[in-house]
């Protein structure tokens, strides 16, 4: 089995060694060992690494991921992962919405073409959301 060390993995993963350290110390990631005093983890560690990052970015807290991994190798795993997920959706589902409706008010300002943000029309609305 094929070992990378901390600034490897952190360079493969996209990520800074910090996070791995961090990670490591909350349970997210094994117990490294150690060569020559310096961290290393089995190559396998990218894939955790990856699943952490878009556990992360899904809006999952450490906990609930570290909680996620903890349980991975029982068989309630897979119904807790989908239990949270499914709890998750709905959330993920307004942030989208919020990013669209964003998006539409740049291109609204951008359509508007005025760019005098103190006279600008679009910005007089008490719900601070352009008109459509």
Excluded at 16 to 26: G, H, I, M, Q, T
Excluded at 45 to 70: D, H, S
Excluded at 93 to 103: G, V
Aim: proline share 5%.
């Amino acid at each position: 089995m094929r070992f990378l060390p901390i600034g490897e993995l952190a360079d493969r993963a996209r990520v800074r060694a910090s996070a791995l350290r961090y990670w490591e110390e909350r349970g997210l990631l094994p117990g490294a060992r150690r060569e020559g005093g310096r961290r290393v983890w089995p190559a396998t560690a990218i894939r955790r690494v990856a699943l952490i990052r878009m556990t992360q970015r899904a809006g999952f807290t450490l906990t609930e991921i570290a909680r996620l991994l903890a349980e991975d190798t029982t068989p309630s795993a897979t119904r807790q992962w989908r239990n949270m997920a499914a709890r998750k959706l709905p959330e993920l589902d307004r942030h989208i919405a919020e990013t669209q409706a964003l998006r539409q008010a740049v291109a609204d300002c951008l359509e508007c073409g005025c760019m005098k943000f103190d006279q600008c029309v679009l910005l007089d609305t008490t719900d601070a959301a352009p008109p459509r």
